[in-house]
């Protein structure tokens, strides 16, 4: 018996060291997305994980776990509370995360995650419908400062980044609108479409094939933007700003050096492939890459933005 | 539910092939929730709540084989119906989607909710108290308005309200399981004999006298599925009110009318086609599955759009064809093949069917959202439905507040917003005084026939 239990003991201390030796990764990685399957977040996440396993190497295999839930919440608080051993990796929306550390009581913060690779960045669009009178960037605020209040403007939710880009555009240009939140941005386009609302915010890869019955004033883009080329960034027409939709992977705090190296690596050789470029492109998702730390800077740089809107205009 | 699980199983195929594979899973499951809604009162999906209003009864009375039988037949014309409509008449049809705006959605909702009183029946104070609990539970999770949180206690997974299956799964399918069990181990013989309803063939020509319920109920379907947000319960309500409204014999609705399983049932597919016409034409789901459907469509690089019928016609046109035949076969396949034998899940001892419902309620509603957070939820809806029943609190009322009365609730305040709240906004459009005539018509049309024709009783009495 005795004998026995020492050479269990044995085996199972030899199982450890070699489980510390083995090669990252052993077992499969768990992908959380915080969307239904279908949805933007999923998506990117499906197209970007075969490339992903590719150049992981050593026949990793990805696994895609949906967990929906309160815009992704749900998903990312699991993230924050995994072990932070490689296995357990998340999609991560901005400026939604962040804004949830603000109007609702979360369980992580800021510094709860390794943050990897942000890949999506799809920049705001001020848009009116094709019917409207109002042609130009320039007219809008014309219009506004005539009537304050007088132009209602459609976006899909508070606390998103359609209603930070909503908040900055009415600060940097000091005009009123009235918000019209329809909760998600399919409701917001139709809305847009029909003329049922006078303006709205939408992002760039929502309008690709709408240029029939939907005008694109401005793109709050440092450059103007492939899927929409023809329009002027909001910085040309005068006005400072630079807001969007942003996506990326995360995994929880306290990552090994050795094994986040590895991950981002895989992320930077996949951003690299031009066959993952063209596949963002076919499922209309502005890809820029912002790896590590300068994701790190970029989710602060959000999060400071979101403070600032939440102190002087809480949107609950 | 049945797609939103077996969609990444799709994302592997070629397009056309998972788009099929998407259609006909569509087309299927709006006929598989008739299944458990006729043979067991537990609607398989929300859109078959008015299937059980007959179909149940009728497999009480042994005919529940012929219920099947109306339902596969009324559900591949419905099907049909709708993929022809899609098929040729997309684009006008997507303009119609554009007219409605938050104040006629708001109208819409209003005329549902004012048509289906008629549904309530029995004791219409009950009838209010459960609509009433369903309006309260529909008001669930975060206000898109102020964002502020209501009646979420501190539950991330209440944020975005409750799930309709959850409810549905809870108030419908515990109380008859928990009945099941009470009843005696044996099943029940004598109206086991009596399941075979004969031959599907043989009964095939002899439900021609439906052809009136089915065009009406497709053109009820088709409408309800472009307009954005209704869905297939919306439709299957409103058909099966029309149906009864317009039959020679409304007394017999809800104890077996076989004509009310076909409305029913050729509504809910014919809106299964048609929601995909805004979807496919402006990017607009019309329902939650075809906003699935849409993610599918992204997948495989095929960005939904004006654009799509003039860059991949053969796709566009091929998934429409897919559609077609998806509900033809259905007749072959759900009616030739299936129908009977589903029908002898009856035939199971009691205690063995009543298990194998509880465990495939508890797997359905985990898989909803991975979570056993909706697994408690839908225990308690079930506790709740269970003492409904005990008490004779109509279920139905409690389906249609979930689904409209916070969809009524927030177009009303969305259309005050952008009419930066003037009430005037809710009737400066025609097609919300169209609605408006309609709803004033629903309410009023049967006490102005009522009042005409003992008007010209009295006259012929007079006249003799």
Same mark, same amino acid.
């Given at each position: ?17 070699? $489980?510390? =030796?083995? +090669?990252?990764? %052993?077992? @499969? ?8 399957? !279908?949805? #933007?977040? &999923? ?94 960037? $320039?007219? =809008?605020? +014309?219009?506004? %400062?005539? @009537? ?8 899909? !939710?508070? #606390?998103? &980044? ?155 | ?464």
């Amino acid at each position: 018996m005795n004998i026995f239990r020492t050479a269990m003991f044995a085996s199972a201390a030899a199982l450890v060291a070699s $489980a510390a =030796l083995a +090669e990252y990764p %052993e077992r @499969d990685i768990e992908l959380l997305v915080g969307f239904s399957a !279908g949805g #933007g977040t &999923d998506v990117m996440a499906r197209t970007l994980e075969p490339f992903l396993e590719k150049y992981i190497g050593d026949g990793a295999n990805v696994v895609i776990k949906n967990i929906p839930g309160a815009s992704g919440q749900i998903a990312v608080t699991q993230v924050a509370e995994a072990e932070p051993d490689g296995y357990t990796i998340g999609t991560y929306n901005l400026p939604g995360v962040m804004a949830r550390t603000l109007d609702r009581e979360a369980d992580y913060t800021a510094d709860s995650f390794t943050y990897l690779a942000n890949v999506v960045n799809d920049p705001n669009v001020i848009v009116t419908p094709q019917s409207s009178s109002i042609t130009s960037m $320039a007219q =809008l605020i +014309e219009e506004a %400062e005539a @009537d304050p209040g007088a132009i209602t403007m459609g976006i899909s !939710g508070l #606390g998103g &980044d359609d209603h930070f880009m909503f908040i900055a555009l009415e600060d940097a240009t000091a005009t009123d609108f009235t918000l019209v939140p329809f909760g998600s941005s399919a409701p917001t386009r139709t809305a847009i479409m029909g003329g049922h609302v006078a303006a709205g915010i939408l992002n760039v890869s929502e309008i690709a094939g709408f240029e029939e019955s939907i005008r694109v004033l401005a793109i709050a883009s440092e450059e103007s933007s492939e899927y929409a080329p023809d329009v002027p960034t909001l910085k040309s027409e005068g006005i400072d700003v630079v807001n969007g939709s942003l996506r990326g992977f995360v995994a929880p705090e306290g990552l090994s050096e050795e094994v986040e190296q590895k991950l981002m690596d895989a992320f930077r050789q996949t951003f690299d492939d031009p066959e993952f470029q063209q596949a963002m492109r076919d499922t209309s998702n502005p890809t820029r890459l912002s790896l590590g730390e300068d994701f790190r800077m970029l989710n602060n740089a959000q999060l400071e933005f979101a403070k600032r809107v939440w102190e002087t205009s809480p949107w609950k | 539910m049945a797609i939103s699980v077996l969609i990444p199983f799709t994302f592997a195929f070629e397009p056309l092939v998972a788009l099929g594979l998407m259609a006909g899973i569509y087309n299927g499951a709006m006929y598989g929730g008739a299944i458990p809604a006729v043979l067991l009162r537990i609607p398989g999906t929300p859109a078959a709540v008015a299937t059980s209003f007959d179909g149940y009864p009728m497999a009480q009375q042994g005919r529940g084989g012929y219920a099947l039988q109306v339902a596969v037949v009324s559900s591949s014309i419905g099907g049909i119906a709708s993929a022809l409509a899609l098929m040729l008449l997309a684009p006008p049809l997507a303009r119609l989607t554009l007219l409605f705006g938050p104040s006629e959605i708001f109208w819409i909702a209003v005329f549902a909710m004012t048509s289906v009183v008629f549904l309530l029946g029995g004791n219409p104070i009950k009838g209010l108290i459960s609509a009433a609990f369903g309006i309260v539970v529909s008001l669930c999770g975060s206000d898109i308005i102020t964002g502020y949180d209501r009646f979420t206690f501190g539950h991330l997974e209440l944020l975005d309200g409750i799930n309709i299956v959850v409810l549905l799964v809870g108030l419908y399918a515990l109380p008859p399981v928990i009945d099941l069990l009470q009843k005696s181990s044996s099943p029940d013989a004598s109206k086991a004999s009596e399941l075979n309803a004969g031959s599907f063939w043989a009964n095939l020509p002899g439900m021609r006298r439906f052809a009136k319920t089915w065009a009406r109920s497709s053109v009820i379907g088709i409408l309800v599925g472009i307009l954005p947000g209704a869905g297939g319960s919306m439709a299957a309500f409103l058909s099966y009110n029309e149906a009864r409204r317009d039959s020679t014999n409304p007394k017999d609705w809800g104890k077996g009318e076989p004509e009310g399983v076909a409305a029913a049932e050729t509504a809910n597919n014919a809106d299964t086609a048609s929601a995909l016409i805004p979807a496919l034409t402006l990017g607009i789901p019309g329902t939650a599955v075809a906003a699935i459907m849409l993610g599918g469509l992204l997948v495989h690089g095929l960005q939904p759009g004006p654009m799509l019928f003039r860059e991949n016609p053969d796709i566009v046109f091929g998934f429409m064809w897919q559609f077609l035949f998806g509900a033809m076969l259905l007749i072959f396949l759900g009616g030739s093949l299936a129908t009977n034998n589903f029908a002898r899940v009856l035939l199971l001892p009691r205690p063995l069917l009543g298990s194998i419902i509880i465990a495939l309620m508890l797997i359905g509603v985990y898989s909803i959202h991975g979570r056993m957070f909706d697994v408690y939820l839908m225990l308690g809806f079930g506790l709740v439905g269970f003492a409904m029943d005990k008490l004779d609190y109509p279920l139905p009322p409690v389906v249609l507040g979930v689904i409209l009365g916070a969809f009524a609730e927030q177009n009303l305040r969305l259309a005050l917003r952008i009419g930066r709240g003037d009430w005037s906004i809710l009737w400066t459009n025609t097609a919300s005084v169209v609605l408006i005539l309609l709803t004033g018509a629903v309410v009023v049309g049967p006490l102005v026939m009522r009042t005409i024709r003992k008007w010209r009783r009295t006259k012929n009495i007079q006249g003799e």
